[in-house]
């Protein structure tokens, strides 16, 4: 089996990087080995980072802003749809884990519980079109209305197998500097949706982005399952993927609406040490479910 895995910004997948060498280091992934790695951006960006085997399969890892040309915004949303499926067409991948960081949602903020540090993981997916709201985007990805999607052929055995074994696949983790969550936890479930804001390329927009997002999906498709983080990155690769399953995961760095406060001033150490337990999770899930892939997850 062919397993994909594209890491968003290039510094996610810095911390990213960290968190599975750090593992490497500790000798506590033997069984995911590393083949090779290549980390230079430029003729050979469409090589894979690093490749890994885990018994019978292989693993081929990317950073999706590596696919873009200098000077490139890696936040056109249209770009990187054309670069991600030229990608994939290139890879022929059997399953795909899309790695971003993420805001949290006010479902769970209602809680009054941060959820900044922990990953959230799953299949399904909501895009909407922002674009209105950036006036200046050079990104024009078109978004059918009600665009949601969920992979049918991951099985909800496996995020079973994920929560059961949540202890040990989040062993590692750190808290982040900022309104980190009390307890680091991974969430993993079939009904969670990533809701994913497309064409926004001025941060600042965000701020009317995000709310105008979630608030469509809550009033117009809550039957679809329950949204979980707010992103730019998962619904994008779910679009060129087509048939090809993709699980998400989200290493949560900032509350609901709540960026100027969390990552804005802060904005390395927030994404890195979230990237960081990204890496430290997916390194970890696919060790200890090594034996449980099989033919498909």
């Known amino acids: ?15 990213y990087r960290a968190g599975i060498e750090k593992l490497m280091m500790l000798n506590k992934i033997p069984d995911l080995k590393m083949v090779s790695r290549d980390w230079s951006v430029g003729p050979s960006k469409n090589r894979p ?16 802003s590596y696919l873009f040309d200098a000077g490139e915004s890696t936040s056109n949303s249209q770009k990187k749809l054309d670069l991600v499926m030229n990608l994939i067409d290139e890879e022929s991948p059997d399953y795909i884990i899309s790695v971003s960081t993420s805001e949290s949602t006010p479902c769970k903020e209602d809680r009054k519980r941060s959820f900044n540090g922990c990953i959230f993981m799953g299949t399904k997916f909501f895009a909407k079109d922002c674009r209105k709201l ?24 496996f995020f079973d197998i994920v929560n059961k074994k949540s202890k040990n696949i989040a062993d590692g983790m750190e808290a982040v500097p900022h309104h980190p969550a009390n307890k680091l936890t991974i969430f993993a479930n079939t009904e969670y949706v990533s809701l994913g804001i497309i064409n926004v390329m001025d941060y600042s927009c965000y701020e009317k982005a995000d709310p105008e997002t979630y608030n469509e999906f809550k009033n117009n498709y809550s039957s679809e399952g ?13 679009m060129a993927a087509g048939q090809i399953p993709v699980l998400f995961v989200s290493p949560i760095v900032d509350r609901y609406n709540q960026f100027k406060h969390d990552v804005d001033n802060t904005w390395g150490n927030q ?3 979230g990237s960081y337990n990204a890496g430290i999770v997916v390194a970890n899930m696919l060790e200890i ?3 449980k892939l099989k033919d498909k997850l």
């Open 1 to 15: 089996m062919k397993i994909m895995i594209l890491v968003n910004k290039d510094f996610e997948y810095a911390g």
């Open 226 to 238: 329950e949204p979980v983080c707010l992103e730019t990155t998962h619904a994008v690769v779910k």
């Open 134 to 157: 950036d006036s200046a985007t050079q990104s024009h990805l078109y978004v059918p209305e009600g665009w949601c999607v969920q992979n049918s052929s991951i099985c909800a055995n």
């Open 49 to 64: 980072s690093c490749i890994y085997k885990l018994g019978k399969h292989i693993i081929r890892e990317f950073c999706i």
């Open 271 to 273: 994404n890195a040490i």
């Open 289 to 291: 479910l090594k034996d």
